[in-house]
Every structure is written in structure tokens, then in C-alpha cells.
RNA sequence: GAAGCUGGCUAGACAGUCGCCGUUCACAUUUAACUUGCCAGUUUACUGGCAUGGUUAAAUGGGGAAGCCCCCUGCGGGUUCCCUUUAGUGAAGGGAGGAAAGUCCGGGCUGCAUAGAGCAAGAUGACGGCUAACGGCCGUCCGUCGAAACCUUCAAAGGCGCAAGCCCUGGAGCAUAAGGCGCGGAAUAGGGCCACAGAGACGAGCGUAUUAAGUUACGGUGAAACGCGGUAACCUCCAUCUGCAGCAAGACCAAAUAGGCUGGCAUUUUUACGCAAGUAAAUAAGGCGUGGUUCGCGCUGCCAGCGGGUAGGUUGCUUGAGCGCACAAGUAAUUGUGCGCCUAGAUGAAUGACUGUCAGCUUUAGCAAUAAAGCCUACAAAACCCGGCUUAUCGGCCAGCUUCACUU
RNA sequence: GCGCCCGUAGCUCAUUUGGAUAGAGUAUCGGUUUCCGAAGCCGAGGGUAGUGGGUUCGAAUCCCGCCGGGCGCG
């Protein structure tokens, strides 16, 4: 039975961990958010959360939109490859968008799995060679 | 009853599943420290072993598999087993606001500075009170705004009436109610400014008339005119207040790397002192890098300890000018006494997601009861803590004030 | 947590200090020129100075409260 709680070794805390994903230059984009990524060497995914000023100005709606992300990478914790993942708001979204944001989500899991998975591939047959 | 206004309270409720952050308790495991008893070595103090001894502190995950059980059938819970690892489960109770916001004032707290006074700079400004303090609050005075009511007046269509007039409607004005707003000191302490118009705009002078006499009166404009005006939200003066910084304050613990200090080891040669050991000063050798080589150029070893200190962590961190009730003092702000209560502490930043029922609102249908659909709400989220101010705000409830009309 | 600056025509900026007509360039529209355009020339419209209040005879300008935007320090 897996577990769906989220750890404090789930989380990116420090700068350095969120420059070094940065600086990867990885990035999956849809309407509302975009995903930055780095395979990492942990049995787990890790997730950090940018919700810019930019996006939405009132604070309220930057904490449910941190919110609501966590809980759905909560949820699919197990479903996700290893790596650490930033996820970054383009655009405000409230309530009324839930349903949309699932599926971007989801969309966004399910496409950085392929990505990981053909990287891995490539990069035992560059051991291969 | 109508209209206008003021103040206070509240900020959907209940239940379920999963999840997050503190607090407390219980038992279990691991680690560390201290301690008790016994045995052995050896000696009068240590070392080792044992107890599944005691106390304290800290931490308590991750992955996998098949079956069974439970219910509100799910991304659910329970149970069993395996792998890895130093390593966890259960229970109780709590978890955003009235503005948490803007950061406009005032304090507490903390560090630094500080004999006293002054200058500079900034702030405040009726009078009296409240307060830890304030630019806040309360009371009074003053100024100003303030109604569809009252009063005055005007207009016009209609109604009633023989007529005077009345009713109704609209416009204007006056003085106001409750209430709102007000940086509300000083203009002979001094400086500056006062457009256009006007003869003249801050110094008095000019014109006309008049008189013994610059004596007296008047002067189309203009906000202000013959006067020792107006303006201090122009400079200024007077009175009062203010040391500077801010929890990223401050305190403690403390990696890696570089550098500092101390000690030891390694090390070429020369000189001085000394019989010697050695001490002191200078110096290169050696090694490494560059280079085909000599020359040349650049760098200077190892170990231990100490202190400062960065990342990081702990603390500050929530019991406080606290909240509720009662009584008393006071017109009130507020204060005193008694009793009761404990109410968020995150730090890439917890307070969330979903479901159901009932309220609530909107729309549609309907005479109505009600039904269906939608919204699950307004403004908005703590970041050391308080007292205010200002601004945003869907509704709901309660209390009070003023004016007018009607009834008794 | 502190500190500072800016909002004027559709756009870019003057006028603000020291109060009294809100102005320029560009864009738009009309005319002229041309076979038709562009450029040029002539003319016109466009603003309650971000917003609300106050001081004053008079406010873009002085004072206060909001709204929006930007910058710096730790």
C-alpha cells in the first residue's frame, strides 16, 4: 500500500537545489504552468513551487494556487519518475479552473515520464558506444 | 409609518475520507550521557563483562508482495509477511483576520551610543481630560458642510370651490436637526508674495471737494482700497516632543574550503657565540608546474591544537498595556476590584483538497407552497508583539438619535 | 523590515522650483500639391493634469488620504 503523505524530503528548500534545476534548462509548458526538471539520484520526485508576484498580486490566491498543486503532486507522488520538479504559474487560475488545471497536470506527468524514460534509454547507449 | 444618520456584533453550519503544522500523554525501538548492583583483572582508583537494571535527552523513515476483514465502495482503513535502515505507533486537544492589508503614526522588546546643555533636522499645535505613548480617543467651544421635512418665493398642468384660496407637481432661496468634516497657535519679531482690472496693491502717495492746517470726507475696479489688509498647508517666530537602528534586532551551537595564531616533525649552506649540545641571523638547496634541454619564470612541506567565522541549525517565539463576566468611580474616553479562561507559531513558508445534507444568494417556471439550474461566496491570509489611523468589503442581526406625518 | 521616485492629448515629453493662457513633436482627420500615392505646406479636433478632499481670491503646481507603476538598501 503506498503512502500519500508528503514529506519534508519531498520538498526543494534550498537555493541551490532550485538554481541547479534552473540552470538545466529542461522545460515543459502549457497554458498555465510550466514544469522545470532534473533527473535526480533519490527513489523519489521533489517538488518546488514558483507563484510569481507577477501572476496574481493578491496573496490569497497565490497560497490556493501553491496549494492546490501540492495536493495533486501529493497524489500522484508514486506515479512520478524520479527528479526534481519545479513547477512555475503562467497565469492565475482560481476554483472555477480545477478541473482544467488537473488535466494540465496530469498531461505534464504523464509527458515528463516519456522524456525520462527515452533520456535514460539514450544515455545507456551512449555507455553502449 | 416615511426619510436621513450613528454605533455594536457576526463573517455560513454539521458530518465523512485523505493530507499539512505545533502541543501534551502512553507504550515500544535505537543512540548517547549519567548512575546502581554483581563478577573478573588489578589495585585503592581505573578497565572489561553482565543485568534485556534505573534516570534523562534526542530521533523514530523508505520500498515491495499476496490473501483476508471492515465500511459511507474510495486515489479508503485495518491485519499479515519480506527487503533495507540507527529508526513508531496510538490517543487527546488546537490551528488566520476584522481588517491579518497599506506601512501612515505611537509604544514594548533587543543591540549600539550616551556627563550636562545647546545647534541642526523632523514632527505636533483651540481649551480640558484619558493613556505606556501617539498625529489616537472622549467632552466642550469655534468654523464649515449638511433633508424629499419646515419656512419664504416663483412657475405651470390638473382637481375642489361662486370667489378668496386649498391640494398636488417642479425650480430657486433662507436658516437649520441628527450627523459629517476641519495640520483650529502667532500677521506691531522680521523677510517674501498678492496676476488681470484699477489713478493707486501694501510704502504711502494721487484726484475731487473742504479746512487756519495732510484737517476732514469721498474715490468706476477688485478677493482685498486709503487701514498699521490677506497669506504662516511661503520662509519664519513661539510652545511641546524626538539618541540611532531594527527579530534579516540580539544570543548560542557549528561543517567544508581558504587564511590567522601556537606547538611538534622534516630541511641546504654560511656566519657569530660555545668544548659540546644548541641558540640567533641570513641564505639557498630540494620538490612541483611551464619548457625539447641548460638558463629562466611562478609556487612552497607534513601533523596536531586553538580562536574568529561562512553555509546550516537552535533560540528569540508567543502569557500579553491579554480575553470574558460582574460590581464600583466618571457626562465620556478610561480606571479600579473580584472571579474565570489559555487562544496559530510556519520559515521555498502549515491552516488544504474532495464529498454529502441543511441554510444563504442569483436566475428561470409558478398566484402561491415549491421545483430546477448555478454559486459554494464579499474584502481578503499571520511572519517579534501590542495601541491607533487609513483603505477594501457580500450579506445578516441588534441598539440608538433627528425631522416629518398619522392614531390614541 | 526600511528608504525613495514618478502618473499631463492615442504615444513621447515641456509647463511644477517661483501659483493666474496647458504647450510642443508624433499619430488622427480635412484641405493643398500629384495621373495616384509618399514626403512637404496650411488648418482642425483631441485634456476637468491618476483619483478624492482641503488651503487660497485663484491649484497641473502647496498640504493630506487613496489608486497604479518603478527603483534602491539589508
Known sequence: MPSYRLLKEAKLIKTDEFSSVFNFRKRIATEYLALHYQANQLQRPRLGLVVGKKTAK???????????????FRLQQHEISAADIILRVQKKFDKRDFQLIKLEFNALVVKLNQ????AEINHDKGHEA
Do not use: F, T
Open 58 to 72: 493578491l496573496a490569497v490566491s497565490r497560497n490556493y494556487m501553491r496549494r492546490v498543486l501540492r495536493e495533486l
Open 115 to 118: 522524456r525520462l524514460a527515452r
